[in-house]
């Protein structure tokens, strides 16, 4: 553990019962750094996010937040946290701006100071107009960026954000980054979980992989990649003959060759040149694409391609 | 060390100053819905009751327990309100919080602390409480129904009547995954306590054997303190018995509202 980390955990474990959700992390984050923690459902992100929030406690191991220990002193961490949970938990009752005024007096900020806040983080949310009307009457988007405004009232020095773009529609999550990394640039550290990988390759510097409660990788999104994956991919799809007949063929060809029922991925340092020697063993694909190799194909060859449910 | 931990864990007095706030000013955007059942019903209870079954029993036995049936009746119906009050607040209130638009779980994300929000919670609805006695208590007093100084107590004995079914009914909520067994609760707890608890008619009309079972119902206490105050007089040792049952309810509440709601929110 650096002594300048803003967050750093060593050994965490989260039990539940029998239940390991969270075995055995370690981390180390540092003051404005943007942080990723991906991992398929049930991975053990939302435990991990709840421990590093400073709200619940871990059952084994260590962590420190602004250098001091959650267990003892939890409030005094909080005060300086923002946390954006999965669903958007507001006054739903409320006026918009109510949900703000009256959030603020958990943080036991002056009453003048929190209106003013409040209105500038309405501004910022894009929320502005919709500040007198009642809560339960806003999108799913709207919602979302007021939970947002909400966790930035105490003007937190950490804000952790759990899969804050889960369910909106791409107009919404492209507001969201772009608020995020306004938030980034003013220097606020950035804890993110989510499942989108084009949002983690957007949004963090650094990344740690999670699955069944331990952490598989960690490193820089590009560096994840090249590590994990072959710069390219070249997708190929057969027709009715089947791509059976094909495989051990094509397979010496490619680093790594996965097989999936509709098409063969060829990872690949060359797609175009992979696919002309391709075509020169006399296969036929019915369709071929070279992309590049994405964060999502380490994922997958990470946690599987199995439903965890 | 570990003692400074638990020190620094249990002194929550200057936080929960803050859930009590904003409970209130929740209170004060919402009120308009909950001031009918509070104010009005009592009211209306009182004079169905007070006047009209009151005027049956006196044209056909005269007064009860000495008094008339309206006087008699009326400090059973601020108990019955205080119960209501403290019950419908810390049911789905607290379900909902924990469990629907979680806002319960937001608050636990702030400084405050699960115990905190529990006694946030609880003395906001012991300030609605106090509010609700005193206007019950002028009402009562409107209809000529008090004769003791003590019955300025009412409002106190309000908060504490309410409280004492708020905190282990807070509790009860906090563990549960939905709101099946809150109508249990009414049909099995509340209604039977509300007319069974000599609320109506005097313990004397039971039986014998059936006393004691009247006598379990928390708000049998509640009613007796409050007739004690109205009329003002009462038998030290009763009152004691009283003061315990309910106060024991209102402490062992507290205690288990705070270990359930840390457990729900903080595990």
């Given at each position: 553990?650096?002594?300048?980390?803003?967050?750093?955990?060593?050994?965490?474990?989260?039990?539940?019962?029998?239940?390991?959700?969270?075995?055995?992390?370690?981390?180390?984050?540092?003051?404005?750094?943007s942080?990723?923690?991906?991992?398929?459902?049930?991975?053990?992100?939302?435990s991990?996010?709840?421990?590093?929030?400073?709200?619940?406690?871990?059952?084994?191991?260590?962590?420190?937040?602004?250098?001091?220990?959650?267990?003892?002193?939890?409030?005094?961490?909080?005060?300086?946290?923002?946390?954006?949970?999965?669903?958007?938990?507001?006054?739903?009752?409320?006026?918009?701006?109510?949900?703000?005024?009256?959030?603020?007096?958990?943080?036991?900020?002056?009453?003048?100071?929190?209106?003013?806040?409040?209105?500038?983080?309405?501004?910022?949310?894009?929320?502005?107009?919709?500040a007198?009307?009642?809560?339960?009457?806003?999108?799913?988007?709207?919602?979302?960026?007021?939970?947002?405004?909400?966790?930035?009232?105490?003007?937190?020095?950490?804000?952790?954000?759990?899969?804050?773009?889960?369910?909106?529609?791409?107009?919404?999550?492209?507001?969201?980054?772009?608020r995020?990394?306004?938030?980034?640039?003013?220097?606020v550290?950035?804890?993110?979980?989510?499942h989108?990988?084009?949002?983690?390759?957007?949004?963090?510097?650094?990344?740690?992989?999670?699955?069944?409660?331990?952490?598989?990788?960690?490193?820089a999104?590009?560096?994840?990649?090249?590590?994990?994956?072959?710069?390219?991919?070249?997708?190929?799809?057969?027709?009715?003959?089947?791509?059976?007949?094909?495989?051990?063929?094509?397979?010496?060809?490619?680093?790594?060759?996965?097989?999936?029922?509709?098409?063969?991925?060829?990872?690949?340092?060359?797609?175009?040149?992979?696919?002309?020697?391709?075509?020169?063993?006399?296969?036929?694909?019915?369709?071929?694409?070279?992309?590049?190799?994405?964060?999502?194909?380490?994922?997958l060859?990470?946690?599987?391609?199995?439903?965890?449910? | 060390?570990?003692?400074?931990?638990?020190?620094?864990?249990?002194?929550?007095?200057?936080?929960?100053?803050?859930?009590?706030?904003?409970?209130?000013a929740?209170?004060?955007?919402?009120?308009?819905?909950?001031?009918?059942s509070?104010?009005?019903?009592?009211?209306?209870?009182l004079?169905?009751m007070?006047?009209?079954?009151?005027?049956l029993?006196?044209?056909?036995?005269?007064?009860?327990?000495?008094?008339?049936?309206?006087?008699?009746?009326?400090?059973?119906l601020?108990?019955i309100?205080?119960?209501?009050?403290?019950?419908?607040?810390?049911?789905?209130?607290?379900?909902?919080?924990?469990?629907?638009?979680?806002?319960?779980?937001?608050a636990?994300?702030?400084?405050?602390?699960?115990?905190?929000?529990?006694?946030?919670?609880?003395?906001?609805?012991?300030?609605?409480?106090?509010?609700?006695?005193?206007?019950?208590?002028i009402?009562?007093?409107?209809?000529?129904?008090?004769?003791?100084?003590?019955?300025?107590?009412?409002?106190?004995?309000?908060?504490?009547?309410?409280?004492?079914?708020?905190?282990?009914?807070?509790?009860?909520?906090?563990?549960?995954?939905?709101?099946?067994?809150?109508?249990?609760?009414?049909?099995?707890?509340?209604?039977?306590?509300?007319?069974?608890?000599?609320?109506?008619?005097?313990?004397?009309?039971?039986?014998?054997?059936?006393?004691?079972?009247?006598?379990?119902?928390?708000l049998?206490?509640?009613?007796?303190?409050?007739r004690?105050?109205?009329?003002?007089?009462?038998?030290?040792?009763?009152?004691?018995?009283?003061?315990?049952?309910?106060?024991?309810?209102?402490?062992?509440?507290?205690?288990?509202?705070?270990?359930?709601?840390?457990?729900?929110?903080?595990?």
């Open positions: 553990m650096t002594s300048d980390s803003l967050l750093s955990a060593r050994g965490l474990v989260k039990q539940f019962g029998n239940f390991r959700a969270v075995d055995g992390i370690d981390v180390s984050i540092e003051r404005g750094e942080f990723g923690f991906l991992g398929p459902n049930g991975a053990g992100k939302t991990t996010m709840r421990m590093i929030s400073a709200v619940s406690q871990p059952t084994a191991g260590e962590i420190r937040i602004f250098g001091l220990n959650p267990v003892s002193h939890g409030p005094e961490i909080r005060a300086r946290l923002g946390v954006v949970p999965q669903e958007d938990t507001l006054e739903l009752e409320l006026s918009v701006m109510n949900n703000l005024l009256m959030f603020g007096r958990y943080f036991d900020i002056p009453r003048k100071v929190i209106r003013q806040r409040a209105t500038e983080l309405l501004e910022f949310a894009q929320l502005s107009d919709r007198d009307d009642k809560c339960d009457n806003l999108s799913g988007g709207m919602k979302r960026r007021l939970t947002i405004a909400r966790s930035l009232l105490n003007q937190p020095e950490l804000l952790i954000l759990d899969e804050p773009t889960t369910g909106l529609d791409p107009q919404a999550r492209h507001l969201l980054w772009d995020l990394y306004r938030l980034k640039r003013d220097g550290t950035l804890i993110i979980t989510t989108y990988m084009d949002e983690a390759e957007q949004l963090c510097d650094r990344l740690v992989v999670m699955d069944q409660g331990r952490i598989v990788a960690e490193g999104p590009r560096a994840l990649i090249e590590q994990y994956s072959t710069r390219e991919v070249l997708e190929l799809r057969f027709g009715a003959e089947g791509q059976e007949p094909y495989v051990d063929r094509i397979s010496e060809y490619a680093e790594r060759v996965e097989v999936l029922p509709d098409r063969l991925l060829l990872y690949v340092h060359d797609g175009d040149e992979v696919l002309r020697a391709v075509h020169a063993t006399g296969a036929t694909p019915e369709s071929a694409l070279v992309r590049r190799s994405s964060l999502e194909d380490v994922f060859r990470l946690t599987g391609r199995t439903l965890v449910d | 060390m570990d003692r400074t931990i638990r020190r620094g864990r249990t002194r929550t007095w200057p936080r929960w100053h803050r859930s009590l706030w904003y409970h209130g929740f209170y004060l955007q919402t009120w308009r819905a909950s001031v009918i509070t104010f009005l019903f009592p009211l209306l209870y004079a169905s007070g006047l009209g079954v009151g005027h029993v006196s044209a056909h036995t005269g007064l009860v327990e000495g008094r008339s049936y309206l006087r008699f009746v009326a400090p059973g601020l108990a309100t205080a119960m209501n009050l403290g019950e419908s607040e810390s049911m789905w209130p607290v379900l909902g919080a924990v469990k629907w638009v979680r806002t319960y779980h937001a636990v994300a702030t400084p405050l602390e699960p115990e905190d929000i529990v006694l946030g919670k609880l003395a906001w609805v012991g300030v609605r409480l106090f509010f609700t006695g005193v206007v019950l208590t009402t009562i007093a409107f209809f000529g129904a008090l004769n003791s100084w003590w019955a300025l107590t009412l409002p106190l004995l309000a908060v504490l009547i309410g409280l004492a079914f708020a905190a282990p009914l807070m509790a009860f909520a906090s563990t549960r995954e939905s709101d099946a067994s809150f109508t249990s609760i009414y049909r099995f707890l509340i209604i039977p306590m509300f007319l069974f608890s000599a609320t109506f008619y005097p313990m004397s009309q039971y039986p014998g054997y059936l006393r004691p079972v009247v006598q379990l119902m928390p049998y206490h509640g009613v007796a303190l409050a004690s105050a109205a009329f003002g007089h009462a038998e030290v040792g009763s009152m004691v018995l009283h003061l315990t049952v309910l106060g024991g309810m209102l402490f062992l509440g507290l205690r288990s509202a705070k270990k359930n709601l840390r457990r729900r929110l903080a595990s």
